[in-house]
């Protein structure tokens, strides 16, 4: 019998605590504020690894090269602050995050027009540090915040197509 009634109220309860959350509608998302990013810079204090600036650098410039724009949009720069990262090691690998600060700057004023942050991380199961999973991790959210082209590194046949180096 008291299985029964806290049953009889737990349902409804639950039923009304779910009916408060709501899925923004299509439009609400479509009115977010876009920018025509023309360029990005990476920073970090001296205890983050190199390769983690670098590879993060390349992949939002990549992205941001991917990009192109139908309509007239602000023009702003991104700067990406890494910091905070950490090394945890787990029963069967490493779990490698940073946290990441974003602010959108006015290529006109070069005023800050929004700022944002984010944790991400990656899970490594060998001896190798996560360095590149991470950055394309970042590259990817920065991208689909922004709503940039797909980050992506050069192989080596858009390299020699381009006339570069791998």
Do not use: C, N
């Not at 983050?48 to 724009?69: E, F, Q, W």
């Not at 490493?94 to 991400?120: D, H, L, M, N, W």
Request: cysteine-free.
């Amino acid at each position: 019998m008291f299985l029964k009634s806290v049953r009889i109220i737990a349902i409804p309860l639950a039923v009304l605590m779910l009916a408060g959350f709501r899925m923004p509608a299509a439009e609400e998302q479509a009115e977010r504020m876009l920018y025509d990013v023309r360029g990005a810079f990476v920073t970090a204090q001296p205890d983050v690894p190199r390769d983690l600036i670098t590879g993060t650098d390349i992949l939002v410039d990549s992205a941001i090269r991917a990009t192109s724009r139908s309509m007239m949009l602000p023009r702003t720069i991104l700067t990406v602050r890494l910091s905070d990262t950490r090394r945890s090691l787990f029963l069967f690998g490493q779990r490698y995050s940073a946290r990441v600060t974003v602010k959108v700057i006015s290529v006109g004023s070069g005023e800050p027009v929004a700022e944002g942050e984010f944790e991400t991380s990656v899970m490594s199961f060998g001896k190798e540090p996560a360095d590149s999973p991470l950055a394309e991790k970042i590259a990817t959210r920065i991208a689909s915040e922004f709503q940039l082209g797909r980050p992506h590194r050069a192989g080596l046949l858009t390299s020699l197509a381009s006339g570069g180096t791998p």
